[in-house]
């Protein structure tokens, strides 16, 4: 098992170092991130036959001192453990370089168009480096000797490992959300085990030097696009309001307190949804479902109550609300979302008297309303 072992790891890092098996920009497939902090991958020039990730304009504020040792040449694996800055002080501020590290993650959340993970329940005495961003965003977990020990990578879906058509492992594991992770057997001096999926719209994988199977899939359940490197791990992300945030107008704000409530008996009646006579004269909810850009319509109270009930089952937060201009009977339009690119964001479309004409559920991030239709009430809190 451990030849079998070591010649995997050796055909990763050679899978890595050629031109087949590498992603966007020349970046290694295997993602063991880079730890060099801030500093750009000398393969960042890119091949034209790799595989598409994020634009290759880096954001703002990209560039940073190195906090930690440098990777073992450019394939994207971890620099053999126990190598430690020997020109770092013996007093290090680990709360300040945190604070900063989490100005950069927040810098990075407001720029890409994927999420980026981050776990909240880690194995004692490691520090988060500043994330470094060069086609994935990869942060680093360090001992009080700089010595790596974790290290975690979030880019566009369908990158890196999983661009590579041989993959080199077969079935994956359930994992979150009912997503398939793949784990890599890897020697720890060649970077370590890793484990990799898709979830939300994001390529994640983790590795460490010394972690098992098991810790490694512990650390995922963790993970949380919405927290935060220094804060608790239920801190209310900056992307949406806080729960007891009202618009100001009655009519929005009633829906927004039976949403938040979870209330689907309150939501079902002609109060809050939009009533029409069927052909015996008999008062019946009509509401249009979206997603996808497929519209039904449904009517019943039976049906519109199941549908209504499944709008609040998952919770959310208001993330924007809009008073709507000359577009048919739509008067309102709100929004609920964990965060800015949540692929399970809600919506709604109110009538002037505040009724629900449209449900939307799902199927990709909250848009972000612009133009003379859309006059915010509550814009989104990321710009």
């Not at 949403?259 to 939009?274: K, W």
């Not at 959310?316 to 979302?337: C, K, N, P, S, T």
Request: proline share 9%.
């Amino acid at each position: 098992m451990r030849i079998a072992a070591l010649l995997l790891a050796l055909f990763v890092l050679i899978g890595c170092s050629s031109p087949a098996g590498r992603t966007s920009g020349g970046q290694a497939a295997v993602e063991a991130p880079d730890a060099s902090e801030g500093a750009q991958s000398p393969a960042a020039s890119g091949d034209a036959d790799s595989a598409a990730g994020p634009a290759d304009a880096e954001p703002p504020g990209a560039s940073g001192a190195a906090d930690a040792p440098a990777s073992s040449g450019d394939t994207g694996a971890p620099a053999p453990p126990g190598e430690a800055d020997a020109t770092a002080p013996e007093e290090r501020d680990w709360d300040d370089r945190a604070r900063k590290a989490d100005e950069r993650l927040a810098e990075l959340r407001r720029e890409l168009d994927f999420p980026v993970f981050i776990p909240t329940q880690l194995p004692e005495g490691l520090h988060p480096l500043t994330p470094t961003y060069d086609r994935l965003v990869s942060i680093s977990y360090v001992d009080d000797d700089l010595n790596r020990v974790l290290s975690v990578a979030s880019g566009p879906a369908g990158c890196c490992l999983d661009a590579d058509p041989r993959k080199m492992v077969g079935g994956g594991t359930p994992i979150r959300k009912g997503s398939e992770a793949r784990f890599i057997p890897v020697e720890p001096e060649f970077g370590g085990n890793i484990l990799w999926w898709n979830e939300d719209g994001a390529y994640i994988a983790l590795s460490g030097p010394h972690l098992t199977q098991e810790d490694l899939f512990a650390i995922a359940e963790s993970l949380s696009p919405t927290a935060t490197l220094t804060g608790p791990a239920d801190a209310l992300p900056p992307d949406v309001y806080p729960p007891d945030f009202r618009t100001g107008v009655p009519e929005v704000d009633a829906v927004i307190d039976a949403f938040l409530a979870q209330d689907a008996d309150r939501l079902t009646s002609c109060d809050m949804v939009r009533c029409e006579a069927d052909a015996e004269g008999v008062l019946e909810p009509v509401v249009t479902w979206g997603s996808c850009q497929v519209n039904n319509t449904w009517t019943g109270w039976d049906t519109v109550r199941s549908l209504l009930e499944g709008w609040v089952r998952e919770p959310r937060l208001l993330y924007a609300a809009y008073r709507v201009h000359e577009i048919g009977d739509w008067a309102y339009f709100v929004q609920f979302a964990e965060y800015r690119l949540d692929p399970g964001a809600k919506g709604a479309v109110l009538d002037a008297d505040g009724r629900i004409l449209q449900l939307w559920m799902g199927c990709g991030a909250p848009l972000d309303m612009t133009g003379d239709h859309y006059e915010p009430l509550a814009p989104p809190r990321v710009n």
